[in-house]
């Protein structure tokens, strides 16, 4: 038998052997990818199956798994038990002007930082990662004085100004990393072109840099949703109240509804993974744009 015979029945039992094992190597990569999404879904599982249980089979001793009767109407009854259409619609400006102010902010900042050297840029970019250190809890006296001294205490601005405070750091600190990554080259040759700096931005960074602007959307509008302490600290009255303020209301020292509760609790995620599955293409596009010529 000649040599290339060999090769071609060598190369095509390793072949043969790489599809059996290909098989199984799938089966059990999908094995493990279910159990971990498993892991992740048992407690918005559990908040599931708690929010479906009437009021007096959450007092019962052993507590059940399942619910003996299944009572969809909490998700309905809910909405009259607390104001939780006002505490979404705080919620949603505070966490989208937030979004906005801290990327209005941010892309300037980032932008600057990664195509100029100046003196004390090293030192501004570290304060700027340093600031994420310090705990919303460990400042919240002082930020409650703050907003006092300008009348700002139970209002939006006061929540959107802290919220993209608290936000701009990460936000500057991913986009110059993005923007940095972009060859200065680019924009050059687009200046050549008659492109002015602004427009050099917007037509030709920008989108590159979409990765990080959409992960700095998606990080600065959970953050500034699910925060509690600055929400619990400066709202005082229920139509100044987020949603996550709201949420513990329905178990205190008088009374607990359980069932109202985890039904909130399931009722606040909705938006937020609505905008993930509207922002997702973005992302996924942005992460591929360039790759084909």
């Known amino acids: 038998m000649s040599e290339p015979t060999l090769a071609a029945l060598g190369e095509r039992r390793r072949r043969r052997g790489g599809g059996v094992r290909d098989p199984l ?43 003996s009767t299944w009572e969809w109407a909490n998700f309905v009854e809910v909405w009259k038990a607390a104001p939780i259409a006002t505490n979404l619609k705080v919620s949603l400006i505070v966490a989208s002007a937030s979004t906005l102010i801290t990327l209005a902010a941010a892309l300037p900042a980032a932008y600057y930082t990664a195509r100029n050297r100046f003196r004390g840029r090293t030192a501004f970019l570290l304060l700027v990662l340093v600031t994420q ?17 300008f009348g700002l205490v139970n209002t939006y601005t006061a929540l959107i100004l802290v919220n993209a405070a608290f936000n701009l750091p990460f936000s500057i600190w991913i986009l110059n990393g993005y923007f940095a990554s972009i060859p200065a080259e680019i924009e050059e040759a687009a200046l050549l072109d008659g492109c002015d700096r602004f427009t050099a931005l917007t037509r030709i960074s920008l989108p590159l840099a979409l990765p990080g602007v959409v992960t700095a959307v998606i990080y600065t509008f ?23 303020v709201a949420i513990p209301s329905f178990v205190t020292q008088y009374h607990e509804q359980w069932q109202y509760l985890f039904a909130t609790s399931l009722i606040a995620i909705v938006p937020v993974v609505v905008l ?3 922002i997702e293409r973005y992302l996924i596009g942005g992460l591929t744009a360039g790759s084909i010529k």
């Open 25 to 67: 190597r799938l089966a059990l990569v999908t094995g493990v990818g279910w159990l971990v999404a498993l892991v992740f879904l048992a407690p918005y599982l559990q908040m599931l199956l708690t929010a479906l249980k009437p009021q007096p089979e959450l007092m019962k001793s052993p507590p059940t798994y399942l619910p």
């Open 133 to 149: 250190m310090f705990a919303p809890t460990a400042l919240v006296v002082g930020i409650y004085r703050e907003m006092l001294a």
């Open 276 to 278: 993930f599955a509207f």
């Open 222 to 244: 959970i953050s500034a949703w699910n925060e509690y302490v600055v929400a619990l600290t400066l709202s005082s009255t229920p139509d100044k109240q987020p949603i996550t």
